[in-house]
């Protein structure tokens, strides 16, 4: 029953994903019907950019650059000034500085981090206009780079990569605004409040006040989800029953987590003329997703023989259950969401071992919206590269020769990931304001600080229960990582799209490596198991690997 209920949500997920993709292409591809094209047209005037004006590389990430910088500056005006700002019917006060930045990195980068717990210290108005516009922008900047990484590969030579502010708006306008609005008013139908009143306070059985936190909870929860943001309304995130109240919206918003990012490769196929080059990325992401997910449900459903009571429900909600919980850790960890529904920290250690692999390999199985897709092309360029060592060719993939000036740039992406884990990770277990955040002792200890800058780094968000994510050194350092998780893999991978969209197309010969095929998805995917291991085994087993050496041997942290 479970593998049959596990098969009818994938099966659900991938035709969703496969009818927004053909959506997708006509939204990047300009085919829209005409009346959309006027409202678009329309908007880009006011803006200011022009539809035919495209860009190189260097200005395309200029541009992401810059947004996403004044987008920043914004969002930490609005936080650190809250309390004197209107739609606040708490008088919430002002965010502290160092508190203040690491929130605002946080929304800019699509990474989402609380350090803060929503319904307690942000106003109405930092919530929507602050939060969820950056749900918004920030999605769309990784849609918008994806696409345009996208068109270096398939374009013809010379073109240029297109035009964000263009692929930034159609992002948001054709793709995010229409379907969040749908799961929002699904969302508010199963319970989430959606009001500008403040909260509530209520009398309890036993007579005691209770005071009842509410608010625009339903707009966000919708645009948290389908950006893979994951920040919640409220602190607790969806384990909450305010943001996910029933076994529908827990469903809703599970496809909604992975529904662009698997879409996004359906939509690489149609970009490049041939389908069966998204169909082969796809089967490597969704082997790698299915063999984590089998991993933490067998360990979540079996439990802890130790304890001997079935199922290990500690920290997760029963209207859940292991089943669903386990679909959403695996799920909100792969997809770069960050979102929980249940307490990550209460999860068997290696329950913990797949989610951090998940971050820990760049987000690319199946990602953040768009940002998934472009890491996952920055394995394609090793395997590539790999697979032409082997037959002593020279790597090609869809008719461009990969050469040293892209694999050096893939490189230096992937190595983003290790310093931002490994380097910042070795730091915070040295310093002792960095150790006061670790709630537990031995492995499980290093976990909390292995989960929290894999986090960071993967742009993912979720944290271990303990974890002290508030005090002024994480909030520092983390926003540091996610800065360096964010930007560090959008300039190289545009960079390597500048590069290959310069380049001739050859056509294929009797000689060239099929990128369609089993054969590659079997590359591809060694090719991210294997540079995972070599990067990041050996913390592992001093973590994870440990701690679930030691619970065999009747021991606990």
């Not at 030579?157 to 708006?169: C, E, I, P, R």
Request: proline share 4%; glycine share 12%.
């Amino acid at each position: 029953m479970t593998l049959l209920a596990y098969a009818v949500y994938f099966a659900v997920l991938v035709g969703l994903a496969w009818a927004l993709a053909a959506w997708m292409a006509r939204v990047y591809t300009r085919t829209l019907p005409a009346p959309l094209l006027r409202v678009e047209g329309a908007l880009l005037q006011l803006c200011g950019a022009a539809p035919d004006r495209s860009m190189g590389w260097t200005a395309y990430a200029l541009a992401v650059l810059a947004f996403n910088a004044v987008g920043f500056l914004l969002l930490y005006a609005i936080l650190r000034a809250q309390g004197a700002l209107a739609l606040n019917p708490d008088g919430i006060g002002g965010m502290a500085p160092d508190l203040a930045f690491n929130t605002a990195v946080s929304f800019v980068t699509n990474t989402n981090w609380q350090a803060y717990s929503g319904e307690a210290q942000l106003s109405y108005l930092s919530q929507m206009a602050g939060l969820t516009v950056q749900n918004f922008v920030s999605a769309g900047t990784g849609m918008a780079v994806a696409v345009a990484v996208i068109r270096g590969f398939v374009a013809a030579k010379g073109s240029a990569l297109g035009n964000f502010w263009v692929d930034l708006t159609r992002s948001v306008l054709w793709v995010l605004l229409p379907i969040s609005i749908i799961l929002a008013l699904f969302l508010a139908w199963q319970g989430v409040p959606q009001t500008l009143q403040g909260a509530v306070t209520a009398t309890g059985v036993e007579g005691q006040e209770q005071i009842i936190a509410r608010g625009p909870a339903a707009a966000q929860i919708a645009i948290k989800q389908l950006g893979t943001n994951g920040g919640g309304f409220f602190g607790v995130n969806s384990a909450h029953p305010f943001e996910n109240p029933t076994i529908a919206s827990n469903l809703a918003q599970s496809l909604a987590i992975l529904l662009i990012p698997v879409a996004f490769c359906f939509l690489f196929g149609r970009m490049a003329g041939d389908r069966r080059q998204g169909r082969a990325i796809f089967a490597a992401m969704a082997v790698m997703f299915l063999a984590g997910l089998a991993v933490i449900h067998a360990y979540e459903v079996t439990g802890n023989p130790a304890i001997g009571i079935g199922a290990n429900m500690e920290g997760k909600e029963q209207r859940f259950g292991a089943m669903l919980s386990s679909l959403w850790a695996a799920s909100t960890t792969a997809a770069s969401n960050g979102s929980v529904n249940a307490m990550h920290d209460s999860f068997m250690p290696l329950s913990g071992l797949v989610m951090l692999i998940n971050m820990a390999v760049g987000e690319v199985i199946f990602g953040g919206v768009g940002a998934g897709f472009y890491g996952i092309l920055l394995y394609v360029v090793l395997a590539v590269f790999l697979a032409g060592l082997m037959v002593g060719r020279t790597p090609e993939y869809l008719g461009r020769k990969i050469e040293g000036r892209e694999v050096t740039l893939a490189v230096l992406a992937f190595l983003s990931m290790p310093l931002g884990i490994l380097v910042g990770g070795a730091i915070a277990a040295t310093v002792p304001a960095a150790l006061a955040s670790v709630q537990d002792s031995g492995p499980h200890g290093l976990s909390e600080i292995l989960y929290a800058y894999s986090s960071a780094t993967g742009n993912n968000g979720s944290a271990f229960g303990g974890w002290g994510a508030a005090l002024p050194w994480q909030t520092t350092a983390l926003g540091i990582v996610m800065l360096l998780g964010r930007y560090a893999i959008i300039v190289p991978l545009l960079a390597i799209a500048g590069s290959m969209v310069r380049k001739p197309q050859a056509p294929v010969t009797s000689g060239t490596f099929p990128t369609h095929g089993p054969l590659f998805v079997i590359l591809l995917i060694l090719t991210v198991v294997i540079l995972g291991a070599l990067t990041f085994f050996p913390v592992l087993a001093l973590g994870p690997i440990a701690e679930e050496t030691a619970r065999l041997a009747g021991q606990s942290f």
